[in-house]
Nanobody, 118 residues
Framework: VQLVESGGGLVQPGGSLRLSCAAF????????TSWYRQAPGKERELVAA????????NYADSVKGRFTISRDNAKDTVYLQMNSLKPEDTAVYYC????????????WGQGTQVTVSS
């Protein structure tokens, strides 16, 4: 069982990045998915979430209108499109998958660094 993130990097303010998180070893379509982030010295916070069927999404106020979560159940992958990036978006971004019924079944990716700086 594994979640593998990719797509992080260094970007200038106002730029864009697209994070991907690929799932291996479990039935991805039965899992709600989320993106979290953790900046140095701060607690991990929820950025965006999407239900297993993709019908409901939720965003942190700080990213509404700039970030978009999506998923492709045929590819067992969840994405986070990040536009108009700000320095305060700098953090390690983690994806999470949690079974839509059995909530104790939850997996985390290893994290990918996003740095927004000029």
């Amino acid at each position: 069982v594994q979640l593998v993130e990719s797509g992080g990097g260094l970007v200038q303010p106002g730029g864009s990045l697209r994070l991907s998180c690929a799932a291996f070893g479990f039935t991805f379509s039965n899992y709600d998915t989320s993106w979290y982030r953790q900046a140095p010295g701060k607690e991990r916070e929820l950025v965006a979430a999407m239900t297993s069927a993709g019908g409901i999404t939720n965003y942190a106020d700080s990213v509404k209108g700039r970030f978009t979560i999506s998923r492709d159940n045929a590819k067992d992958t969840v994405y986070l499109q990040m536009n108009s990036l700000k320095p305060e978006d700098t953090a390690v971004y983690y994806c999470n998958a949690q079974h839509y019924i059995w909530r104790r079944s939850s997996y985390w990716g290893q994290g990918t660094q996003v740095t927004v700086s000029s």
